[in-house]
């Protein structure tokens, strides 16, 4: 294991429908662990306007998919892109990538730290 690799931990806010078709893509790259949280939010827009029983209702939280994943021996910009490639649908709303460094991971059932806590044992 070379320990001069950084761990890193990457956010994805996506839109719902994109979750399956990205998973797949995850674990054609290696990557063995995700974490899925259902979460609502706004950017830059606001939410959006909807027509609801000829009412004009202001959604400002719309609900999007959260995927937290935490990499150390996957190429940071490889997964980035393929974050992009598959989420971009190319209009407002599709999302955003949030990139931290980790100082340390621990592994609660071993104790491993750093990034053989990271590193899928097959046990």
């Known amino acids: 294991m070379n ?28 990557v063995t662990g995700i974490t899925v949280t259902e979460v609502y ?5 606001h939410g959006q306007e909807e027509i609801y029983r000829g009412n004009v209702l202001s959604v400002n939280l719309l609900p999007k998919i959260k995927i937290e994943i ?6 940071l910009e490889k997964l980035i892109q393929t974050i992009r490639d598959t989420c971009n649908t190319g209009h407002v709303g599709d999302g955003k990538i949030f990139v931290s460094e980790l ?3 621990v592994k609660i059932r071993t104790g491993e730290r750093g990034g053989a806590a990271i590193i899928d044992d097959k046990a």
């Open 41 to 45: 939010g706004c950017g830059l827009t």
């Open 3 to 30: 320990t001069d690799k950084k761990i890193y931990k990457v956010d994805a806010v996506i839109r719902p429908e994109k979750l399956e078709e990205l998973k797949d893509k995850l674990y054609e790259i290696g």
């Open 103 to 105: 100082t340390t991971a």
């Open 70 to 75: 935490v990499i150390y021996e996957t190429p």
